[in-house]
């Protein structure tokens, strides 16, 4: 597949155990964000959102904090799995309508 | 519903070369946006496209330009293509508005040679 990202920060995780992902956003009048995963050879993938009136959000075994004083987003995997294994990138979604991504981290499960 | 498809996979071409890339949105959706991705860039917004209308904008030279048509179809095109062009180049749809999820095709890679 294609390289995401060749210097990408690197978090690596047994399997069952919970992994923590973060993200620093940019901008402080960004009202939405989204969190996606990106598969080697795929485009990025929706897992998670939340609104800025919000600073928690749970999915199934994927929970979204955000900390808007200091402009902080969080992505928990809860057991992490094999196939979690992928590149997993928060964005901002600012009132002008833009959205801007992060670098990205990528997340490798060790068995 | 089929998701957001993209075509050609994978295109090479040459130094001075134009290339046109085409993204089907998922139905229904009005908005279309394209990203470039590359290792040391990561992903950068290029330009959206609303009801046959560019929205937003993001900083990329003139060489970039792209179109939507009346069933929200869109294509980009760059023309004298540069090797630092080579890149993923993504598609994302979504129904209207900035505050709603947008939802990626598998983009396209493009290698300059």
């Known amino acids: 597949g294609e390289s995401v990202g060749l210097h990408l920060p690197t978090l690596s995780v047994q399997e069952g155990d919970n992994s923590i992902i973060n993200c620093a956003y940019s901008n402080s009048a960004s009202d939405y964000f989204i969190w996606y995963k990106q598969e080697s050879g795929k485009g990025p993938q929706f897992i998670i959102d939340?609104?800025?009136?919000?600073d928690k959000r749970q999915g199934q075994r994927v929970t979204v904090l955000l900390n808007k004083t200091v402009k902080h987003l969080s992505l928990q995997i809860a057991a992490t799995q094999p196939g979690d294994s992928a590149v997993y990138f928060c964005?901002?979604?600012?009132?002008?309508?833009?959205?801007?991504f992060g670098t990205g981290t990528r997340l490798q499960v060790t068995l | 519903k089929a998701g957001v498809t993209q075509t050609p996979r994978y295109l090479i071409k040459t130094r001075g070369q134009q290339v046109t890339l085409s993204c089907s949105p998922i139905?229904?959706?009005?908005?279309v946006s394209w990203y470039q991705q590359t290792p040391g860039q990561g992903l950068q917004f290029l330009f959206e496209?609303?009801?046959?209308?560019?929205?937003n904008k993001g900083n990329f030279p003139g060489r970039f330009s792209g179109r939507q048509f009346s069933n929200s179809r869109s294509e980009m095109n760059v023309s004298t293509l540069e090797l630092g062009d080579s890149a993923l180049y993504l598609c994302?749809?979504?129904?209207?508005?900035?505050?709603?999820?947008?939802?990626f095709g598998p983009g396209t890679r493009l290698l300059v040679l």
């Open positions: 496209y609303f009801s046959e209308t560019q929205r």
């Open positions: 964005a901002e979604i600012s009132p002008a309508s833009k959205l801007t």
């Open positions: 139905s229904g959706h009005r908005s």
């Open positions: 994302a749809s979504m129904v209207a508005t900035s505050s709603e999820t947008q939802y």
């Open positions: 939340i609104r800025s009136n919000m």
